[in-house]
């Protein structure tokens, strides 16, 4: 049997809501512009010290307090930075600091306010109904418009268009009732965003002129003034912005604040970050994380990696997920009691992340000995970073006299830890690692390996690879 997929379910509003307009006016509601509603809550919320922006990390000092400026100016907004930097997240953050519920005339295409109809239709209505005059009352969540532009956005689909069926119902063209409402409009009294803005034909970006400067719109031709309220946010990325596409003068002239995104600054913000988005099918310890954030910010800087194109914050969030998922692939081949990851999963990053890096031109079949090299880069400053001043010559002797210990993908955690037995100094490391004192088997299993590995780059061990999936480390 199959079941249809589940649709979203919307918000209900309570049952005590003022129904009709007189009982509206009789709570002492009063009208506010949308972006008057935003400066006034987010204002409130400073005041109280509340959070504003829920689940965006590292821009606290520098995107969100110019972000919260250009909102209590009432400004209409472009965010420019480059891919993966949350100007999409940004954008839909804004939608929480809307009234929860606002009323608009029953019935409306255009979410009009009671107290303040626009179009042809509701203003009868309003006349004639009076007091009486239905109301509903909208949740924030759908306040909000989204368009991604492509070439072959139309003015129709953002402004209107005639709609044919009304006017084969028998509406003459002149009448303004056959306009269909495109997304813009039907945003009306919300937050309205436009992604990768220069994607959008200039031809099309003549058409949101008047929506940011005289607040209205035209529909092929008509005679038709909807004073709209809006908040329109644009998002842009450099490159876009000069080259593949352009933001025409006069519209980029309209916006009233221009907001520079970039890529966490802090390895700790790049670290928690992969903390809030990835989706880990396994246990990957922090120093597995911070070997992941250092390899990403050193991908970023790389001189072989065009800087235009830049790299995502996606790109540390999938290799997160990535490690995991090799992780829970082992677990299921040993059936091991636990799924840790373990510094040689990292290595499946290079090959499989490799479409998410551009190159500079003359760099081609180079792309994975690059990143290789950059992931080898992180996991050492890594281990620097974390087992500094730790003896660790109890590791190094464990493979005197020609022994050597197996580690990789196909051995198990129990026997990464047979091999080994005790170390001096392994409790010590454990703890650097954040283990804690009573490490379970894998995460004790994942820490060996890292040291390991550790001491392989700093040239006091070997390592080689075996054909069938292990790695081998022995003395120098």
Same mark, same amino acid.
């Given at each position: 049997?199959?079941?249809?997929?589940?649709?979203?379910?919307?918000?209900?509003? $309570?049952?005590?809501?003022?129904?009709?307009?007189?009982?509206?006016?009789?709570? #002492?509601?009063?009208?506010?512009?949308?972006?008057?509603?935003?400066?006034?809550?987010?204002?409130?919320?400073?005041?109280?010290?509340?959070?504003?922006?829920?689940?965006?990390? +590292?821009?606290?000092?520098?995107? &969100?307090?110019?972000?919260?400026?250009?909102?209590?100016? +009432? =400004?209409?907004?472009?965010?420019?930075?480059?891919? +993966?930097?949350? !100007?999409?997240?940004?954008?839909?953050?804004?939608?929480?600091?809307?009234?929860?519920?606002?009323?608009?005339?029953?019935?409306?295409?255009?979410?009009? =306010?009671?107290?303040?109809?626009?179009?042809?239709?509701?203003?009868?209505?309003?006349?004639?109904?009076?007091?009486?005059?239905?109301?509903?009352?909208? =949740?924030?969540?759908?306040?909000?418009?989204?368009?991604?532009?492509?070439?072959?956005?139309?003015?129709?689909?953002?402004? *209107?268009?005639?709609? $044919?069926? !009304?006017?084969?119902?028998?509406?003459?063209? *002149?009448?303004?009732?056959?306009? =269909?409402?495109?997304?813009?409009?039907?945003?009306?009294? #919300?937050?309205?965003?436009?992604?990768?803005? $220069?994607?959008?034909?200039?031809?099309?970006?003549?058409? &949101?002129?008047?929506? &940011?400067?005289?607040?209205?719109?035209?529909?092929?031709?008509?005679?038709?003034? /909807?004073? /709209?309220?809006?908040?329109?946010?644009?998002?842009?990325?450099?490159?876009?912005?000069?080259?593949? %596409?352009?933001?025409?003068? $006069?519209? !980029?002239?309209?916006?009233?604040?221009?907001?520079?995104?970039?890529?966490?600054?802090?390895?700790?913000?790049?670290?928690?970050?992969?903390?809030?988005?990835?989706?880990?099918?396994?246990?990957?310890?922090?120093?597995?994380?911070?070997?992941?954030?250092?390899?990403?910010?050193?991908?970023?800087?790389?001189?072989?990696?065009?800087?235009?194109?830049?790299?995502?914050?996606?790109?540390?969030?999938?290799?997160?997920?990535?490690?995991?998922?090799?992780?829970?692939?082992?677990?299921?081949?040993?059936?091991?009691?636990?799924?840790? @990851?373990?510094? %040689?999963? @990292?290595?499946?990053?290079?090959?499989?992340?490799?479409?998410?890096?551009?190159?500079?031109?003359?760099?081609? *079949?180079?792309?994975?000995?690059?990143?290789?090299?950059?992931?080898?880069?992180?996991?050492?400053?890594?281990?620097?970073?974390?087992?500094? %001043?730790?003896?660790?010559?109890?590791?190094?002797?464990?493979?005197?006299?020609?022994?050597?210990?197996?580690?990789?993908? /196909?051995?198990?955690?129990?026997?990464? &830890?047979?091999?080994?037995?005790?170390?001096? #100094?392994?409790?010590?490391?454990?703890?650097?690692?954040?283990?804690?004192?009573?490490?379970?088997?894998?995460?004790?299993?994942?820490?060996?390996?890292?040291?390991?590995? *550790?001491?392989?780059?700093?040239?006091?061990?070997?390592?080689?690879?075996?054909?069938?999936?292990?790695?081998?480390?022995?003395?120098?």
């Amino acid at each position: 049997m199959t079941h249809a997929s589940a649709q979203p379910v919307l918000p209900q509003p $309570p049952a005590d809501l003022p129904r009709t307009v007189g009982e509206l006016r009789a709570t #002492g509601h009063r009208y506010r512009t949308v972006k008057a509603e935003l400066r006034e809550n987010l204002l409130a919320r400073i005041r109280a010290g509340q959070p504003r922006f829920e689940g965006i990390v +590292g821009y606290d000092a520098t995107v &969100l307090p110019e972000l919260e400026r250009a909102l209590l100016a +009432g =400004h209409d907004l472009v965010l420019l930075g480059e891919r +993966g930097q949350g !100007k999409t997240r940004v954008i839909r953050s804004l939608i929480s600091l809307l009234d929860e519920w606002t009323p608009v005339i029953a019935g409306s295409e255009l979410n009009e =306010h009671p107290f303040h109809p626009v179009s042809p239709a509701s203003v009868r209505a309003a006349r004639e109904d009076g007091d009486s005059l239905k109301i509903a009352w909208l =949740h924030r969540s759908m306040r909000y418009g989204e368009k991604l532009a492509t070439p072959d956005t139309s003015v129709g689909d953002l402004i *209107g268009d005639i709609d $044919p069926i !009304k006017v084969a119902e028998g509406r003459t063209l *002149g009448d303004p009732e056959t306009i =269909h409402f495109g997304l813009v409009p039907r945003t009306n009294r #919300g937050i309205f965003a436009v992604n990768e803005l $220069p994607d959008l034909a200039e031809r099309i970006q003549v058409a &949101l002129l008047n929506v &940011l400067e005289e607040r209205d719109i035209q529909v092929r031709g008509y005679q038709l003034r /909807l004073p /709209l309220d809006v908040l329109l946010v644009a998002s842009a990325n450099p490159e876009d912005y000069t080259n593949r %596409g352009r933001i025409i003068t $006069p519209l !980029k002239d309209r916006f009233g604040a221009e907001i520079r995104t970039h890529y966490p600054l802090d390895l700790d913000f790049e670290i928690d970050l992969m903390r809030q988005e990835a989706a880990l099918v396994a246990e990957v310890p922090d120093h597995l994380l911070e070997v992941v954030a250092r390899y990403t910010r050193a991908v970023r800087e790389a001189p072989a990696v065009d800087a235009r194109s830049g790299v995502s914050a996606r790109f540390a969030i999938a290799a997160a997920e990535t490690i995991a998922a090799s992780a829970l692939r082992r677990h299921a081949l040993l059936d091991e009691t636990e799924a840790v @990851a373990r510094i %040689g999963d @990292a290595v499946t990053v290079t090959s499989t992340l490799r479409g998410k890096v551009e190159f500079e031109s003359g760099e081609e *079949g180079r792309e994975t000995e690059i990143l290789a090299h950059l992931l080898r880069t992180a996991t050492a400053e890594t281990f620097r970073a974390r087992l500094a %001043g730790i003896d660790l010559s109890g590791f190094t002797g464990l493979v005197a006299e020609d022994q050597v210990i197996e580690t990789g993908e /196909l051995v198990a955690a129990r026997d990464v &830890l047979q091999q080994v037995g005790t170390v001096p #100094g392994l409790a010590k490391v454990l703890d650097r690692l954040g283990f804690g004192d009573a490490p379970t088997a894998g995460q004790a299993a994942s820490g060996i390996e890292f040291v390991l590995e *550790g001491l392989h780059l700093s040239r006091r061990l070997s390592k080689d690879l075996t054909d069938d999936g292990r790695t081998v480390y022995g003395s120098r």
